[in-house]
């Protein structure tokens, strides 16, 4: 690994699109979503732009159930297709639907914790089969239940409003400050 990559963990759903956006989108008339999924909210994608941009070399890794859907050459084309910024880097391997099986999700709650669970269980094994484990990264998502090792390095987005000028700050400076 090169000592100047910093990587972005991101998801998509109350992130880059949010029940704002789709909302808004739905009460005009307008087109929501096209083959990929829903649309992505111009302003949030605009503040992803804006972390790329204030940190050069940041590698984005999708961690969205969309790399499930799609895979990551359909989300590639699709990041393509919209004009979005950056380029997709990686994904990680999915832990999280083959395990839920065997959890009790009949709480909302329970489910958001159990989410970040797994996607910290996601996160901590692409780093270490990618030789990252030293390297700043930020983690951009709505769900809740990271372990307490990977929270500093969290920004949790409202879902109704997706990745705000303040989370992109936020994130701006974990990968400014690596992270530790």
């Known amino acids: 690994m090169k000592t100047k990559e910093r990587f972005l963990f991101l998801d998509f759903d109350g992130v880059l699109n949010s029940d704002s956006y789709y909302r808004r989108q739905h009460d005009r008339g307008l087109r929501c979503s096209d083959g ?24 984005i890794v999708v961690i969205s159930s969309w790399k499930d ?9 699709m ?62 998502d709505d769900a809740v239940g990271f372990p307490p090792e990977l929270q500093p390095h969290h920004v949790r987005t409202d879902p109704d409003v997706g990745l705000t000028l303040f989370d992109a700050e936020k994130a701006v400076q974990i990968l400014n400050n690596n992270g530790h």
Request: net charge negative; proline share 6%; glycine share 8%.
């Open 36 to 59: 990929f999924g829903p649309f992505f909210d111009p302003e949030a994608v605009g503040n992803l732009g804006l972390i790329l941009q204030a940190v050069p070399k940041t590698r």
């Open 79 to 140: 990041w393509s297709q919209r004009h979005l910024p950056g380029t997709l880097y990686s994904a990680t391997i999915t832990s999280l639907h083959q395990q839920l099986i065997n959890e009790d999700l009949s709480d909302p709650a329970a489910f958001a914790r159990v989410e970040g669970e797994y996607k910290a269980r996601e996160i901590l094994t692409w780093m270490a089969a990618n030789d990252a484990l030293r390297a700043p990264y930020v983690i951009i």
């Open 69 to 77: 859907i799609h895979g990551l050459a359909g989300l590639r084309d």
